[in-house]
Every structure is written in structure tokens, then in C-alpha cells.
């Protein structure tokens, strides 16, 4: 176990001087709190080298850390015995060249950081969907958002990256160039191998003055659920359009719903027309406007909300098939009803257009789902820790409807981001020569698998 003294005493002359050290008082909340870890001490540190001097002194006194921005990652759950937090919060810096339009991000940026960076400068970047997410997280993960029928994936737009390995040594400019392998392995798995401190990224010129349309479309009738499920699978979507379909309780009642999230980068009359079929379906409430580039994430700020138990899992899948979602359905409601405290709880799928992400190579990165129709998830959001059973049940119930009746035959995939608890890896990065070469890289950097995170090798 840490002690706070020790490190204060011995850590915390070697660090910046605005550098902090707390006791477990001081833990960062994370969003999920099912297997969150309980570290006792967490470290606040203001520049690269204060992260690599953190790793160094853990190692030292045989300590296990952890590095967090956001606090959304789901695949925690595999390493709960952390002793230490290096929450990089306070390297939230994000630098801008208007020439070259790279932009350098810190570590512990937050995706509402970087678009309202680069959005004052009338550009957009590929980056996740939720505000509070830490960037470097959500990219490494694959990156997927609303710009990437434009721009692929937020790791297609890299270009490179500065990290600490599980020695405390720091690693510069790391790219194509300076280690293939390890290149190829952080995109998508990055953190199986360090701490990424710093990122450089593409970024691109805003189109329609950055002005986007979006909607918020409320079903409460659920003898629509059918019509919906084949308007969604009948879109033609172009780079311009991404759709989120969830199950939720919609105040002011929190009866549960059927909601259509459509969004079009374009002119309001160009997104009207090609959300004219879910549209014309006739939704008991509707709500659509245009949004600015800065509040482009701004209508899932709940749903990014911290705290809470949200033992999820997530898929990604082929295609919505009508009967399982009606099953699924009938056990969103008995769940969400039995159990006021989880009220709650949402399934959400989410659809983008591939076409941009499908057109890179696919060995170019771990990262091997690009040609995923829907990101599915189950997310169980409650507060007593009494439901986790039920909770995980239930999610593990609407994982298994998933796998028989909407994905392709033993082709079972998972987003990393969205991986629930003890996902086999293979569904994360494929199988074969990819996993061989996965674990390579991993036994290279990270031979005394102090990191874990996605990947554990004996």
C-alpha cells in the first residue's frame, strides 16, 4: 500500500513545484464506479517529467499506478488493485499551428478542451463524442465521432506521440518512423504500453462555418420500434450523417422511450431531407437545430455524467435486427421498472459513416473493427451495489441477444472503448497473426505487464 508520507517526503521534492500529492480524501471520481480502483494516494503532475519521476519512484517502492484524464475507461476493471492515480488533469495544454494545422495535445486534455481550441481557430479534428472524455483515451482506443466519415478515425489522424513506459523512461516523437510495431500497437491499444503525455494530431478546415444540424427525436409509442429499426437500417449514410438510436426514461414522467438522436453536417434542408424517412415515422416530441462546432457533443453531456455504478458491455454489430430489439426492449423495461434506483439505464446504439475509416489500411493498425455497422452498448446506471448481479446479468443477457441475432456468424467484435469486464481479446483486435504480434510488441515494452490494461501476457 502507498504512504502518503513517503511520497510527499521522498516524491515530492523531485517534482514541479505546483505539483500535488493527495491521500485517498483526494481521489478523482471516475464515471464508473462498479470495480473503480481506490487508490491511496493520487499525484497531480504539471509536465512530462514529472509522470516519468512517478512511475520511476512506484516501481521503486514496488507500488502499482495508473494514469487517468478523463476517467472514462471502461477496461480498469481489469487492473482494480492500483495503489496509485496519476491524474493528469492539470497537462490539459493544447497547442495550434494555424500553418500546418497540427495541434500538439497535453495528456489530460478533455475532448471539450480540444473543440473549443480548435474550433476559435474555424477548424474541427476527428475526436469522441463525449465532452468530458479524455482525449488521449478516447484516440488510442480507435477514436470513433461524428467526423470521421470525413476524416476516418481519430488514430488516422496522428501523427505522433510522446509516452512513459513501464520503466518511468520517457519516449519523444514516437511514429511511423522511429518503431513500427509500437506505432502500429498504441493505435488502438495504447494503454497497454505507458502513459501517452502528449499527442500530435491533423486537424481540418471547419465546412459549413461549422454549423451542424442535429435532433433529438422522442418515440414513446413502442408499437414504432419496428418502423424506427427499418428506417436506421435503410439510411444511405454519407459522410455528412451519424445517427444515435437509444433506449432511456425521458423526463419530466421518465416513462421509457424510443430516442432517435439524427445528426447532419450541412444546410438544415439537406439534413431534413436525409432524415425525411425517421422523420415522417411521426415522433410524439421533436426538437432539431442547428449547432455551432463548440457544442457539438454538448446533447450527450448526461450520459458522460461522473459517478455512479455502470457495469457495461458494448459490441459492435452488423445489423439491427427488429426481433431482438423488441426483446431487448421488453427487458430494458422490466429492468429499469423492477429497479427505481437504475432508472437510469440506457441501450444505445450508434452508426457513423465508414466509408472514410474503411478506405485505410486495415493492418496499418491494431485497431481491426473499421467495418462495424453499429456500436452497441448496455450501460446499467444505479447507485446501490446491491443490483450488481441483477445489473450485470442483465447486461450480460442483452450482450448474448447481440451475438446471436445481430452480428455475422463467429464474427463477434468489440469496440475497445466500450469493452465490457474480461473481454476476450480477440474480439477486440482480431485473432491470428494480429494477437502474435500484439503481444509481441507487449512482451518489448512491458515485460513485467505492469500496465495490463487490455492486453496480460504471462
Known sequence: MANISDFKASLGGQLSADARIVGSEGTVLRWDGYSAPKPTVTVFPQ??????????????????????????????????????????????????????????????????ELIEAVTEKKLEVATGICNSVGVMGSMLCGGIG?????????????????????????????????????????????????????????????????????????????SKLEA??????????????????????????????????????GPREEAEKAWKSILDIGPTAAKTFMAPADKLNDGNDQFGEKGGRKPGVGLGIDF???????????????????????????????CYSKVKAISMDRNSAVFAHRDSKYEVLCVPWYSDEKLDIRATDFAQTVRNIWVQKCCEQDKIRSYVAFSGLNEPVETLFGSGERIDRLMEVKRKWDRENYWGALLDIE
Not at 439510411?235 to 414522467?253: G, I, K, Q, S, Y
Request: a neutral charge.
Open 47 to 112: 509536465c512530462e517529467e514529472d509522470v516519468a519521476k512517478t512511475v520511476r519512484f512506484c516501481r521503486q517502492k514496488g507500488l502499482r499506478c495508473f494514469a487517468q484524464a478523463g476517467g472514462h475507461g471502461w477496461r480498469v476493471r481489469n487492473r482494480t488493485d492500483i495503489d496509485v492515480v496519476i491524474c493528469l488533469t492539470d497537462m490539459n495544454s493544447i497547442k495550434l499551428d494555424e500553418g500546418t494545422r497540427k495541434v500538439v495535445i497535453g495528456g489530460g486534455a478533455i475532448v471539450r
Open 146 to 222: 461524428r467526423y470521421m466519415g470525413k476524416y476516418g478515425l481519430a488514430i488516422d489522424n496522428l501523427i505522433s506521440i510522446n509516452f512513459v513506459d513501464a520503466t518511468g523512461k520517457l519516449h519523444r516523437g514516437v511514429n511511423q518512423d522511429t518503431d513500427k510495431d509500437l506505432w502500429w500497437a498504441i493505435r488502438g491499444a495504447g494503454a497497454s504500453f505507458g502513459i501517452v503525455t502528449e499527442a500530435t494530431i491533423q486537424a481540418h478546415p471547419q465546412s459549413n462555418n461549422g454549423l451542424s444540424w442535429s435532433g433529438v427525436l422522442i418515440f414513446e409509442d413502442p
Open 228 to 265: 424506427v429499426i427499418g428506417a436506421i437500417n435503410n439510411l444511405d449514410m454519407n459522410e455528412n450523417m451519424c445517427v444515435h438510436f437509444l433506449f432511456a426514461r425521458v423526463p419530466p414522467t421518465l416513462s421509457p422511450a424510443i430516442v432517435v438522436m439524427p445528426w447532419y453536417y
Open 320 to 350: 439491427l435486427n427488429p426481433e431482438a430489439y423488441r426483446h431487448i426492449w421488453d427487458l430494458y423495461v422490466n429492468f429499469s421498472s423492477e429497479n427505481p434506483d437504475a432508472a437510469r439505464t440506457v441501450i444505445l446504439a450508434e
